[in-house]
């Protein structure tokens, strides 16, 4: 069956209009070659469920039940029983489809060469500035270049993780808090902590899970702009350049020190700085679009295509130019993994006729 008919079934199928002829086609086009294994990549089980739950009047573990039948058991599929999973990606599902099959649809991207999606790397400032590599499998090396500066200095001093463009990272704290790296960001932290406290300095992108100490509480500089002071939570705190500086609470409660003025977060609200760093306003979010980096994915909904290819660039490492500068406001909704093919992710957005990308080496031209 072509391409464009299969398009056609799965939308008509979407909207609730499905004859018994084009229902019987679908089923038998879903038995054949590698379709079932498409359709199991386009209903990624983790990402639905997700969104089931955040609209928690479903039963989505029931939903899901006749989807997981179809894919690994023997029952014919219950149409019926898709149809509230299916609702939630409508145009997500034929986007991602689009991508997996319709690679001689449309303008393809033109690509000069492969672009890879970021990896597990940092590099650690030790005091005396040297540096060392940290990749995936390194946290050994790491924790001993740390042990070797206790033990040389008897005092607590200062180590910095930095993770360049294209890369991510995972430290473990002296006291066995996590914290989480995007692409471009710092962690300053001490080789002990002391003085009835933990104090790290960061800049970027980080996700923190903090191990509550009612005798030391933790505190989080977010460059000179203002602290986070927690005990024990989990919360993402992202302070790029050019963009507003935004602390998302997870769970737990923190409270943010401001030029004097004091904050304090539930779970689920934000606080937002302006990009001069002046003012800031609280504002209850869905948390998943902002910690969804850390789960390995991007989740955008209803953003600026400027937002969304500078977030993209920072990950796979490449630098973006608006041809046409009308687009930079355009909003789109995205749903991929972080580790799926760049071009890919390009011709999703493509999709909506809109907007067109060509690579040329490491630059993405937007026309």
């Given at each position: 069956m072509e391409q464009s008919n299969i398009e056609r079934?799965?939308?008509?199928?979407?909207?609730?209009?499905?004859?018994?002829?084009?229902?019987?086609?679908?089923?038998?086009?879903?038995?054949?070659?590698?379709n079932e294994e498409i359709f199991a990549r386009l209903v990624d089980k983790r990402r639905i469920?997700?969104?089931?739950?955040?609209?928690?009047?479903?039963?989505?573990?029931?939903?899901?039940?006749?989807?997981?039948?179809?894919?690994?058991?023997?029952?014919?599929?219950?149409?019926?029983?898709?149809?509230?999973?299916?609702?939630?990606?409508?145009?997500?599902?034929?986007?991602?489809?689009?991508?997996?099959?319709?690679?001689?649809?449309?303008t393809p991207v033109a690509v000069a060469e492969k672009i890879k999606p970021g990896r597990p790397y940092a590099?650690?400032?030790?005091?005396?500035g040297n540096v060392v590599d940290l990749q995936k499998d390194s946290v050994s090396v790491f924790l001993t270049a740390v042990r070797d500066t206790v033990e040389k200095e008897r005092v607590a001093v200062y180590n910095e993780v930095r993770t360049p463009r294209g890369s991510e990272y995972q430290v473990v704290l002296p006291d066995g808090s996590v914290v989480w790296l995007n692409s471009e960001?710092?962690?300053?932290?001490?080789?002990?902590?002391?003085g009835g406290e933990r104090r790290v300095r960061v800049s970027g992108e980080l996700y923190f899970q903090v191990v509550k100490d009612s005798t030391a509480p933790f505190r989080v500089e977010v460059e000179d702009m203002y602290e986070v002071e927690v005990l024990g939570t989990e919360f993402n705190v992202r302070s790029y350049e050019n963009l507003p500086s935004a602390t998302t609470l997870v769970t737990g409660t923190v409270v943010i020190h401001d030029k004097g003025t004091d904050v304090k977060l539930t779970p689920g609200e934000q606080a937002r700085k302006r990009n001069d760093g002046r003012g800031m306003s609280v504002e209850k979010v869905d948390v998943t679009p902002f910690v969804a980096w850390k789960n390995g994915y991007f989740l955008f909904e209803d953003e600026r295509l400027e937002d969304i290819l500078h977030e993209l660039a920072r990950w796979y490492n490449v630098n973006i130019f608006f041809e046409n500068q009308a687009v930079r406001e355009e909003r789109f909704s995205v749903d991929t993994r972080r580790h799926e093919d760049f071009e890919e992710v390009l011709r999703l957005i493509e999709r909506t006729g809109s907007v067109r990308m060509t690579i040329k080496g490491n630059n993405v031209f937007v026309k």
């Amino acid at each position: 069956m072509e391409q464009s008919n299969i398009e056609r079934l799965i939308f008509r199928y979407l909207q609730g209009k499905m004859t018994e002829e084009e229902r019987m086609a679908l089923e038998e086009w879903l038995v054949k070659g590698r379709n079932e294994e498409i359709f199991a990549r386009l209903v990624d089980k983790r990402r639905i469920m997700e969104k089931m739950e955040r609209l928690g009047e479903y039963d989505w573990q029931k939903s899901w039940g006749g989807l997981e039948r179809k894919l690994h058991g023997r029952r014919r599929w219950s149409w019926g029983r898709l149809a509230i999973a299916a609702s939630f990606f409508g145009v997500v599902i034929l986007g991602v489809w689009m991508l997996v099959e319709g690679r001689k649809v449309g303008t393809p991207v033109a690509v000069a060469e492969k672009i890879k999606p970021g990896r597990p790397y940092a590099e650690l400032v030790l005091p005396d500035g040297n540096v060392v590599d940290l990749q995936k499998d390194s946290v050994s090396v790491f924790l001993t270049a740390v042990r070797d500066t206790v033990e040389k200095e008897r005092v607590a001093v200062y180590n910095e993780v930095r993770t360049p463009r294209g890369s991510e990272y995972q430290v473990v704290l002296p006291d066995g808090s996590v914290v989480w790296l995007n692409s471009e960001s710092k962690l300053r932290f001490p080789t002990v902590f002391s003085g009835g406290e933990r104090r790290v300095r960061v800049s970027g992108e980080l996700y923190f899970q903090v191990v509550k100490d009612s005798t030391a509480p933790f505190r989080v500089e977010v460059e000179d702009m203002y602290e986070v002071e927690v005990l024990g939570t989990e919360f993402n705190v992202r302070s790029y350049e050019n963009l507003p500086s935004a602390t998302t609470l997870v769970t737990g409660t923190v409270v943010i020190h401001d030029k004097g003025t004091d904050v304090k977060l539930t779970p689920g609200e934000q606080a937002r700085k302006r990009n001069d760093g002046r003012g800031m306003s609280v504002e209850k979010v869905d948390v998943t679009p902002f910690v969804a980096w850390k789960n390995g994915y991007f989740l955008f909904e209803d953003e600026r295509l400027e937002d969304i290819l500078h977030e993209l660039a920072r990950w796979y490492n490449v630098n973006i130019f608006f041809e046409n500068q009308a687009v930079r406001e355009e909003r789109f909704s995205v749903d991929t993994r972080r580790h799926e093919d760049f071009e890919e992710v390009l011709r999703l957005i493509e999709r909506t006729g809109s907007v067109r990308m060509t690579i040329k080496g490491n630059n993405v031209f937007v026309k």
